[in-house]
């Protein structure tokens, strides 16, 4: 008689989840991902332009370097907008090289992107620098000491 009771109890036990059970967890997930997923974003937006600018940065140190070599050598750095630095790699470097040249030279023809260098031709010093990516137009980063 006790088994019976027991069998009758334990009959209606779920043995897993329901329908609407999924469906609220589902709307949860939904609701955090729609959330997170603008913040993210953000994220990738604030780290791609903390590389451009750390680029240009590079960019600055290298145009900086061949001023000074230009100067030693008696010329005088000339303002340049490189289009890709890998295509204006020149391996060897020249025994004379150009400001852009020496430039390409010195960022190594793994730094791909675009480049400009704006030089006081008056004074023969580099006022700044540009980088930009490649592969887009958004991501543009700017030095200027």
């Known amino acids: 008689m006790f088994d019976f009771f027991y ?15 999924l469906i609220i ?4 997930l939904a609701i955090l991902a729609a959330i997170l997923v603008p913040s993210m974003i953000g994220y990738q937006r604030e780290a791609r332009t ?11 140190s290298a ?3 061949a ?8 010329g005088a750095a000339a ?3 490189l289009t890709e630095i890998s295509t204006a790699y020149v391996d060897p470097l020249p ?21 400009t260098v704006t030089v006081d031709t008056t004074d023969n010093h580099i006022t700044g ?5 490649t592969d887009t137009s958004t991501t543009i980063g700017t030095y200027t000491p």
């Not at 001023?67 to 008696?74: D, L, V, Y």
């Open 129 to 133: 620098t540009t980088w930009q990516e």
């Open 50 to 60: 903390a590389v451009a600018q750390a680029n240009a940065r590079t960019v600055y």
């Open 25 to 28: 967890v589902i709307a949860i």
């Open 63 to 65: 145009a900086a370097a």
């Open 95 to 115: 025994a004379s090289p150009s400001f852009a040249q020496y430039v390409a030279n010195l960022l190594g023809q793994n730094f791909n992107g675009f480049i």
């Open 79 to 81: 303002a340049i907008a």
């Open 7 to 21: 069998k009758l109890r334990n009959r209606n036990k779920k043995k897993g989840f329901t329908l609407i059970e």
């Open 67 to 74: 001023e000074a070599f230009m100067q030693t050598r008696g």
